[in-house]
């Protein structure tokens, strides 16, 4: 494990326990949330914190909310690369609740990556 990669597994730490925290807590999940997938290799389950925003696309009953995450330092993390090609399910925890949907992921300029998630109906 290089030092980027350490890096960022303390600043995981550090923000999972902000997201635990008592009176932070509330406000810092409105903008974090807990990635939970299966590894598409390993078949193990994984967790890891990361930033999010909402939106939704379409209109009427056709609606769909999205979450999209933009990592940063994308060659330090691999977790968004089980989401690339075609795709797989995962869960988040919103402030709502624990929901799950469909994720596709690709690099992007600049060392970065994104993740969009299709939510499920809920």
Do not use: C
């Amino acid at each position: 494990m290089n030092l980027l990669q350490r890096s960022a597994l303390v600043v995981n730490r550090g923000v999972a326990s902000l997201m635990d925290a008592p009176v932070l807590g509330r406000r810092v999940r409105g903008f974090m949330t807990h990635v939970h997938y299966v590894g598409r290799r390993s078949g193990r389950s994984f967790s890891t914190p990361v930033a999010y925003r909402r939106s939704w696309s379409g209109a009427g009953a056709g609606t769909r909310e999205i979450v999209t995450i933009d990592v940063q330092l994308a060659s330090a993390k691999n977790w968004w690369r089980n989401f690339t090609g075609a795709g797989g399910v995962l869960e988040l925890e919103l402030p709502e609740g624990r929901r799950s949907g469909f994720a596709t992921g690709w690099a992007t300029p600049g060392n970065t990556a994104r993740v969009r998630v299709v939510l499920d109906r809920g």
